[in-house]
C-alpha cells in the first residue's frame, strides 16, 4: 500500500517529457533473466514515438520509487535486457496497446531471498564495482578536468556524488557524467552527460542520476530543479548533454 502511494506521487511529478511515465503492476511469476522467483513487478511505459526526454523520465521516476521501496525494507532489480515482452505484455493485457505504448524496463520488487543462486552472487561480486569520482564529475564541457569533490563550492553536495557513482545502470555500464559548472564560488548548475549513443539504457542511467542527484540534494536542504537540454534536430554528438539541474534558493553557495 505504502508502495503504490509512493508510485503515485512519482508519476504525478512534473516530467520533462511531454506525457507522465506510467507504472504498471503485475503480480505473476514472469519470464526475466536472472530474478529468481521474484513475483512482483513493476512495468515502466512511455509513449510508442520515440522521445528521449520520456526514456529520461523512467530512469527518474522508477529510481524514486525504488529508493522508497529500499526505505521500506523491500529489495528490487531493475530488469532490461532480462526481461521478456511478450510475457510481460501477456500479463499486462489491455493495460497495453500495442498501437500506443512501449514498454522501456520492469523492476521487480519484493523481500529479499537468503537463498541467492552461485552465478547470481558470481555476477553480483563482478558488478560490484564503480569508475572514480574523478572519472564521472568534471568542471568542463570537454569532461576533462575532474571536480576535487572535497572543496568548495563542490564539497557541499557531500555524499551526493557517491549517491550516483553507485547509482544501478544495465550491464553496470555507468554511461553517466555531469559536469559542474560554477562562477565565482558557485555552482551555477549541473549538467548531466551521456557517455554513449544508446537510444535506451543511457537515457534510463541517466534518469536515474537525476534522481539521485535530487534525492541527495533534497536530504542536504539543496533546493534545485531539473529541465531538459533543448538540442537542435540531428544533434548526435556524444557525450550528449541532457539534462541541467540548476540550484535555487542558495544551493550552489
Ligand atoms: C535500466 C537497467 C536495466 C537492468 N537490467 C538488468 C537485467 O535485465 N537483469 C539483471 O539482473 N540486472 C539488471 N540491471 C541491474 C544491473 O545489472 C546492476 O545495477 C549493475 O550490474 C550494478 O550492480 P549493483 O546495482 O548491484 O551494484 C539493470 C539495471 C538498470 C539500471
Known sequence: MALLSSVQRHVETPTLGPTPVRLEYIRAQLTVWPVVNGTEFLVAIVPRSYDRRSVIDVGRTLQKVVMDATRLGLATCWIGPGADHESLKRHLGDRFDPERDQIICTCAVGYRSRYVPLFVRLFNRMSFHRRLLSELFFTDAELCVPVDVAAPPYARFGRTFEACQWAPSSYNGQTT?????????????????????????????????????????????????????????????????????????????
Not at 554513449?196 to 537525476?210: M, N
Open 177 to 253: 557524467r555531469a559536469v559542474l559548472r560554477s562562477d565565482a564560488g558557485v555552482v551555477q548548475g549541473v549538467d548531466f552527460y551521456a557517455a554513449t549513443s544508446s537510444r535506451y539504457y543511457a537515457p534510463v542511467a541517466l534518469g536515474i542520476w537525476c534522481a539521485n542527484w535530487e534525492l541527495g540534494c533534497e536530504a542536504l536542504g539543496l533546493e534545485g530543479l531539473v529541465a531538459s537540454h533543448p538540442k537542435p534536430v540531428g544533434e548526435l554528438a556524444i557525450p550528449r548533454h541532457d539534462v541541467t539541474w540548476v540550484p535555487t534558493l542558495a544551493a550552489g553557495a
